[in-house]
Each structure stands twice: as C-alpha cells, then as structure tokens.
C-alpha cells in the first residue's frame, strides 16, 4: 500500500496483550440460548481444562448497554461481540467465528497477492495518533457515518503509467498503519532499512497490478522495509513484483505480505454501523489484524519477528481510502465518516493528534472528504470495543456548505 494522502482508567498495554495473547483457545460451542448478556456479563467465558481462562474486559457500560436493550437478542448479540473482542485466536494462521458460536474455527488462508502500494512520497496529509509509549494493540472505526449511499474507486495523477488499479464502485481499503521511521534487525544487511507495516482489509487484494485478474476480499498484514539502498532481501518483492529484486523507485521500498482470510465484500454503506479493525503487536508473540462485520469476525495471526514492528511501533494512523496504487476512493456529496482510532500504549494519558501539516500520513491511497478538528482524549470513544483507553477521533466530511482547511 502506498503512503496515506488523505486531503478514567485505561487497561494496560500489558494486560490488553496478555488477555490477547495467542496460545490455545477454547474450542466449547455453546447453543444460542445460552449467550445472554446476563450469563456474559458474569465472565461466563469458555474454559477448558488446563488453560486460562481469557479475562473478561468487557466495559460496564458495555454490559449496561447492553442490558438495558428492550430486544434481548440484540442484547445478547451486542454482548457475544464486547466477548469475542476480548478472546484470543487460537494460534498462527487464519479464523473465523460467527454468532452465536464463542470458539475461533481454523480456516483456510489464501495465499499471499500481489496487493503492493509501493510506499512512495505523496501529500501525507491524514491525523495520526502520537503514543505516549509503545503501541501493543489500537483499533479504528467509523461509529456515527451519516449520508454514505455510494463510493468509487478512481485512478489520480500518481497512479504508475502501466497499472490497472482496483477500480469500480464500492472498492476501497481500511488501513492500520504504523510510524515509517525504527529500524529493526528485520533490515538485516539493508543499509538506512526502516520498517513500515500495515494492517489491512481490502475489497480486491489479490490483482496482478499489470493486468486484470482480481481476487476476492481479504485480511491481511504487509511488510515493507523503507529507504534502503541494494537489492530487496530474497523473499521481499522489489520493483515490477522481482523477488530479491531493486527496491520500488522513490522511497526504495521492498514488501511482502501475510496469509490472507478471505472474506466478503463490506458494502461501504455499512461501515459506520457494523466495522470494526482490531490489531496487535506481541514482542515475542504474534502479530495479528482482525476484522469484525457485524455478527462475523475474521483474524490473521502471525509470528512478530517480520520486522518486529513492537520494538518500535510509536504512531498509528486509520482510514478508509482507495484500494491499491494512490487510488482515491470517492464518496458521495454529503459523506460524514467520522474516525475513531483507539490504542493501547501501557499509558492513561491521551495521545497526540498529529496534523496533517506535520507530513505524517504515511499511505499513498487517499479519499475525497475534507477533515475537521482532531480530539484526543482518554475514555470510551463512541462506546469503543475495548474498555476504556487513550484515542482520537475527527470528522471528515464532503458537505460544501463546510469548508474545512484542509482537503485530501
């Protein structure tokens, strides 16, 4: 993916990535009637014989919330979701649980695609959210998105001559993304390495970018080492997709891909009522990027020493943009898509909203909306998923009777 030119108490770090923790999970399946919010609510999690049981962090407004619903199968359902963000997946690989079942079930992973986004210079113009540490764990969502009847993605003037991007309607990626500027022992011989990863769910991410075949929806994580000079390492795809090859032009980036879990494809029209991106950093554990869609989740897992993106993960940036090739997903006239980007940094102080003049949007693909002022704060953001914790929120809107500074 490209560079991003989109014109109280909080949990501990340490106790949000023990409770996520991937060793095993437990596999007990329990019958709809039997995941009320009541039972839930108690910490009735699953336990099987030998392993801990997962620590039940659901908020107590959460659970409140939930209660007080006068439909009890909204209820439970909104109660089996606080549950499943807080249960782990059962290893490395892909999963996937639908209500109302508690236990991850194993799934096939699709083979790494051809989705690069080279990581070239753009206009950067996105809000990131400052750590006051290191960052384990941050999730993104768009709770409160008004007046989104339709988007289309479109090729802009950075577009490579000679690629055919993702085009068409409802084609577009959220996006996780973490600082471009630690260097790891990923970068190996790799001389001025830094490394870059990204946490993405894409509508198309498997076209070859030189012709037209295109796959399906898909989860998954992307490695990027930045800035070196030589050639790619040998299992890194360099330019024209060369393993081992030169770097991209601009930025010399070299990247390769996770297994993917294929999933389908999210109506855009969906996205402020039922999406939610959840991703994770282990030192010494797993990596992992997880993706709820209302009563569905999907998780990838896999092993942190890629490019051991935990020793120097500072900054966090969300969005939805365009899907692949400084692509530009464009919404409709009267869009409201308000950003939550929460996070976990072993912190109870709020996080720095970094602006977009500060050139730290760090994606190519942008949107059409125009942003509004950034908040920062530390609370439950727009009821967020994961118990009380450090965020910001801003608006971004295409309502021309409000002009904004700033346009990406």
């Given at each position: 993916?490209?560079?991003?030119?989109?014109?109280?108490?909080?949990?501990?770090?340490?106790?949000?990535?023990?409770?996520?923790?991937?060793?095993?999970?437990?596999?007990?399946?329990?019958?709809?009637?039997?995941?009320?919010?009541?039972?839930?609510?108690?910490?009735?999690?699953?336990?099987?014989?030998?392993?801990?049981?997962?620590?039940?962090?659901?908020?107590?407004?959460t659970v409140a919330n939930a209660e007080a619903k006068s439909d009890p199968e909204k209820a439970a359902r909104e109660t089996w979701r606080a549950v499943i963000r807080n249960t782990p997946v059962p290893g490395k690989g892909?999963?996937?649980?639908?209500?109302?079942?508690?236990?991850?079930?194993?799934?096939?992973?699709?083979?790494?695609?051809?989705?690069?986004?080279?990581?070239?210079?753009?206009?950067?113009?996105?809000?990131?959210?400052?750590?006051?540490?290191?960052?384990?764990?941050?999730?993104?969502?768009?709770?409160?998105?008004?007046?989104?009847?339709?988007?289309?993605?479109?090729?802009?003037?950075?577009?490579?001559?000679?690629?055919?991007?993702?085009?068409?309607?409802?084609?577009?990626?959220?996006?996780?993304?973490?600082?471009?500027?630690?260097?790891?022992?990923?970068?190996?011989?790799?001389?001025?390495?830094?490394?870059?990863?990204?946490?993405?769910?894409?509508?198309?991410?498997?076209?070859?970018?030189?012709?037209?075949?295109?796959?399906?929806?898909?989860?998954?994580?992307?490695?990027?080492?930045?800035?070196?000079?030589?050639?790619?390492?040998?299992?890194?795809?360099?330019?024209?997709?060369?393993?081992?090859?030169?770097?991209?032009?601009?930025?010399?980036?070299?990247?390769?891909?996770?297994?993917?879990?294929?999933?389908?494809?999210?109506?855009?029209?969906?996205?402020?009522?039922?999406?939610?991106?959840?991703?994770?950093?282990?030192?010494?554990?797993?990596?992992?990027?997880?993706?709820?869609?209302?009563?569905?989740?999907?998780?990838?897992?896999?092993?942190?020493?890629?490019?051991?993106?935990?020793?120097?993960?500072?900054?966090?940036?969300?969005?939805?943009?365009?899907?692949?090739?400084?692509?530009?997903?464009?919404?409709?006239?009267?869009?409201?898509?308000?950003?939550?980007?929460?996070?976990?940094?072993?912190?109870?102080?709020?996080?720095?909203?970094?602006?977009?003049?500060?050139?730290?949007?760090?994606?190519?693909?942008?949107?059409?909306?125009?942003?509004?002022?950034?908040?920062?704060?530390?609370?439950?953001?727009?009821?967020?998923?994961?118990?009380?914790?450090?965020?910001?929120?801003?608006?971004?809107?295409?309502?021309?009777?409000?002009?904004?500074?700033?346009?990406?």
């Amino acid at each position: 993916m490209q560079k991003i030119e989109v014109h109280s108490t909080a949990h501990s770090a340490e106790d949000r990535v023990r409770a996520r923790r991937f060793g095993k999970s437990q596999y007990l399946r329990l019958n709809k009637r039997t995941i009320t919010a009541a039972a839930l609510a108690a910490g009735l999690l699953v336990q099987s014989q030998g392993f801990t049981q997962v620590p039940n962090t659901t908020s107590a407004s959460t659970v409140a919330n939930a209660e007080a619903k006068s439909d009890p199968e909204k209820a439970a359902r909104e109660t089996w979701r606080a549950v499943i963000r807080n249960t782990p997946v059962p290893g490395k690989g892909c999963f996937h649980v639908k209500y109302p079942n508690v236990a991850w079930e194993s799934v096939e992973c699709a083979k790494p695609g051809a989705h690069p986004g080279r990581a070239t210079v753009g206009n950067h113009y996105d809000y990131v959210a400052g750590a006051q540490g290191l960052i384990s764990e941050a999730a993104g969502f768009f709770e409160g998105a008004s007046g989104v009847t339709s988007e289309t993605n479109v090729t802009t003037s950075l577009t490579p001559p000679g690629i055919t991007s993702i085009l068409g309607s409802n084609e577009y990626s959220l996006q996780m993304n973490t600082n471009p500027y630690g260097r790891t022992d990923a970068c190996g011989v790799f001389i001025g390495c830094t490394v870059w990863q990204q946490f993405i769910y894409a509508t198309d991410y498997e076209c070859d970018p030189y012709g037209s075949q295109c796959g399906s929806a898909g989860l998954f994580m992307q490695y990027w080492l930045l800035n070196g000079t030589g050639n790619c390492p040998s299992d890194y795809m360099g330019n024209n997709h060369k393993l081992g090859g030169p770097p991209w032009p601009d930025n010399n980036g070299c990247f390769k891909n996770s297994a993917q879990v294929t999933l389908p494809d999210i109506p855009v029209t969906e996205l402020g009522c039922c999406v939610r991106l959840i991703t994770v950093a282990t030192a010494g554990g797993s990596d992992m990027v997880e993706l709820e869609y209302g009563d569905e989740f999907w998780g990838v897992a896999a092993t942190d020493d890629v490019l051991h993106i935990a020793s120097v993960w500072t900054q966090a940036e969300f969005n939805v943009v365009g899907d692949n090739e400084y692509s530009q997903a464009q919404f409709n006239d009267f869009s409201s898509i308000p950003v939550t980007l929460v996070l976990w940094d072993g912190s109870n102080t709020a996080p720095t909203c970094i602006p977009p003049q500060d050139d730290e949007g760090t994606t190519g693909e942008t949107n059409n909306l125009y942003l509004g002022t950034c908040q920062a704060g530390v609370g439950e953001p727009y009821g967020s998923p994961l118990g009380t914790t450090p965020y910001i929120s801003f608006p971004q809107t295409l309502v021309y009777y409000v002009v904004p500074p700033i346009r990406f």
